[in-house]
């Protein structure tokens, strides 16, 4: 869609087809016809923007939905330039419109699933990555969460990445690495990090490396879950049933414990004075 203006702003060329899409005619721009061309919710927007260009001689850009003349609003990238004489005078303004309603439509898709990821990523304690043998090129929030890195501070180096992983636990993590590369295949990675306070976290890492057509590796994609507290849970456990097992072995109680079928599922050594 082609247009023009006069130094002061006033139309003075719409070409046919922006007559076609707009079911307007010439008459109706002159007459504030935009207020009804532009969509009422980016019309204040607009305005705002071109006469600014006019005040100042800048270039013009918005972006902004046109009604088209079934009544449908689409969404155009808008672009005016002055054309000056030889003293520098603005003579007269020449303009574009195009439709980009699909390419922001699919834009808006991709922010709201983005907004889903990473929702879904902080509600399950799940980080993701992208790394290579150099950088990492993809980092998402919730992973920078996990690690103690701040997600405003933009994508940590490797070697941040890797001193936060425990010293104890690098020499696996990294043989892990390689033998998965090397056999072109998923794998896994339990290791605990640190973080700058102190805090130990346990971390469960699938990595799955994605290689070029002659077997070149490009990069590997990493999920990181926090498994930190179900750690301590189980950890918990174990102290609980090593307690119950030392008082049950010291105690001249005897125990018992049966299944749903009332057989005998436990039983401790001192029960009957038999063999269990």
């Known amino acids: 869609l082609i247009w023009s203006n006069g130094p002061d702003g006033e139309p003075t060329h719409v070409s046919q087809r922006m007559l076609d899409y707009s079911g307007m005619r010439f008459e109706d721009f002159k007459q504030r016809g935009w207020e009804a061309f532009v969509h009422p919710a980016d ?21 902004n939905r046109l009604r088209r003349a079934d009544g449908e609003f689409r969404w155009h990238h808008s672009h005016g ?32 699933s983005e907004a889903y990821l990473a929702e879904a990523q902080r509600l399950s304690h799940t980080g993701s990555a992208v790394y290579n043998e150099t950088e990492i090129p993809y ?9 103690g890195f701040d997600p405003l501070q933009g994508i940590p180096s490797r070697e941040a990445v890797w001193q936060r ?44 490396p994605v290689f070029s057509a002659s077997g070149e590796l490009l990069e590997i994609i990493v999920t990181g879950i926090d498994v930190t507290e179900r750690k301590r849970a189980e950890q918990t456990l174990r102290e ?37």
Not at 139 to 147: G, K, L, V
Not at 247 to 265: C, L, P, R, V
């Open 43 to 63: 019309f204040p927007e607009t305005a705002k923007v071109f006469h600014h260009a006019i005040q100042t001689g800048t270039s013009y850009q918005d972006v």
């Open 81 to 112: 330039e002055p054309l000056r004489d030889g003293q520098g005078r603005i003579i007269q303004w020449y303009g574009l419109s195009v439709d980009i309603d699909e390419a922001k439509k699919a834009e808006d898709r991709l922010r709201r």
């Open 139 to 147: 980092w998402s929030d919730e992973a920078a969460r996990i690690f």
């Open 165 to 208: 992983i425990h010293p104890d636990d690098r020499g696996r993590v990294n043989e892990n690495i390689k033998h998965g590369v090397r056999e072109k295949r998923s794998f896994a990675n339990e290791f605990r990090i640190i973080l700058p306070d102190g805090t130990v976290k346990h971390i469960e890492a699938t990595n799955y």
């Open 240 to 276: 609980s049933e090593a307690k119950f097992r030392d008082y049950a072995e010291t105690a001249s109680d005897w125990f018992w414990e049966i299944g749903s079928d009332y057989k005998f599922t436990l039983l401790t050594e001192n029960a009957f004075g038999s063999d269990p």
